[in-house]
């Protein structure tokens, strides 16, 4: 995505943990770990979502920073 697609606004991103724990042969709880965020100012911002799963439970943490300082 450029600086110019970037926008203010709501993103969503999905991870597939149903997949990702059938891949391991593991039956999971959850199909999807959804992360749903608002972008508060247009531009190139750097977004480090990170995820910890287990079968029955995730959680989520994110780092923003601006990438031009």
Known sequence: ?????????????????????????????????DVVFEAHTEGHRHYTLALLLSPYSFTTTALTINAHQ
């Not at 995505?1 to 709501?10: L, R, S």
């Not at 969503?12 to 999971?28: H, N």
Request: charged fraction near 25%; aromatic fraction near 18%.
């Open 1 to 33: 995505m450029t600086e110019e697609q970037f926008t203010a606004g709501v993103y969503r991103v999905e991870f597939d943990t149903k997949a990702y724990w059938k891949s391991k042969g593991t039956t999971a709880f959850h199909e999807v770990a």
